[in-house]
């Protein structure tokens, strides 16, 4: 993605606004090393373990003074990658040799359509494929239709070089460089900058199918199950035993709204269920292990913490889903669309946490009489008239003050079981 160089915060001459800032994300921000490197070939450099061992701003970071140590006079630099990520559409780095400092950002969705990408000086790099020089020391046809060009040449910049990356991924990979050289950049600095393009791109692409491989399993399986797959946990029947706090969320009506509702008013409902469960969740440390159809199984994991505190935790999450929720019926029933309702339940328990499925077609989910349970207490709410249930294993984890509504029959076990619910009414 290569839409990152509309959101440069420089000083801008006063017809230029900028907007779409709520599409930049700054990532982080990185003291540069601050003083041209000498000697060496930068191919070999690029191609060592040494900088295979380094992530994208330091890499990026070295590499600009590294260009500097061999006569380039980069003033600064910007480095965008096109992604696959269903919020971030492009990732990338920034350099700037006064300040000394590198940059790694994030954009989102719709840069595209801003006036900001559309009025940017590489966009037909990005788009097209091809290699854009602007000399900002007399090119004023340039500045008057490029902002970003009229704010670098008003810091002192002289010439821009916008150059794509041929990666396997397609367009959309671009680096550009900008000199505050008298005279700008010479045949010689510009043949010098395009003839690392090849190993550049190179460097990036190995890093980003790793990357692209973890963001795209923690997107789909969640961080824990996509970091085991990665780290080579992909035979059927391989896992291990563990115990956690489960938590099971399930939509009420869910047939009757799907036979009612029109396909987009559906699945913006949906939309607005799913998020507060998930951000509510992993706001407590909790990670989301499936979705089937409209229901939630969830874990909270006592690695780094113990039974109470993940118990805590989950109760915490539980009671901001249903907040949560409920100022979304505020919304949707002032513009007169259907209300949600849901169920939640909590238990503790011993789960089985791995591989299964067919040999050729294979999901890693958590099983064992735990997530039964849990599942089983969920669908009491609708019996006894509460959105939130917790079971008795998880009373006696979390410690705290409940209340007991007595014993219920559940589904599939012979005895029943005691039910617990928050003291505090206005979420319970």
Known sequence: MAMSEAAEKWPVPASVTPTGDDLFILRRELKSQGRPISGGSLVDWMLSEESRKQEGPELFDELCWRLLGQGVPLWRANLSIRTLHPQVMGVGFRWWRDQAKVQEFLVRHGMELSNEYLESPMRRAVEEGITLRYRLDRDEAALQRFPLLAAFRAAGATDYLACPLALAAGRGHVVTWA???VGGLSDAHVATLQSILPVLGLSLESRMLQRRSAVLLDTYLGRTIGSHILAGEIRRGQGRRLRAVLMSVDLRDS?????????????RLLDDYFEAVGDSVHAQGGEILKFVGDGVLAIFDLVQRSEAEAAAAALAASQEILRRIDVTNENRDIVGLDLIRLGIGLHVGDIIYGNVGAADRLDYTAIGPAVNLVCRIEGLTKSVGRPLLLSEGFARAYGGDL??????AVRGLSEPQEIFAPVMPEYA
């Not at 009757?256 to 699945?267: K, T």
């Open 179 to 181: 000199s505050d050289a």
């Open 255 to 267: 047939t009757a709204l799907a036979d009612r509702l029109p396909g987009e008013a559906l699945v």
């Open 403 to 408: 209340v007991s509504l007595g014993r219920h």
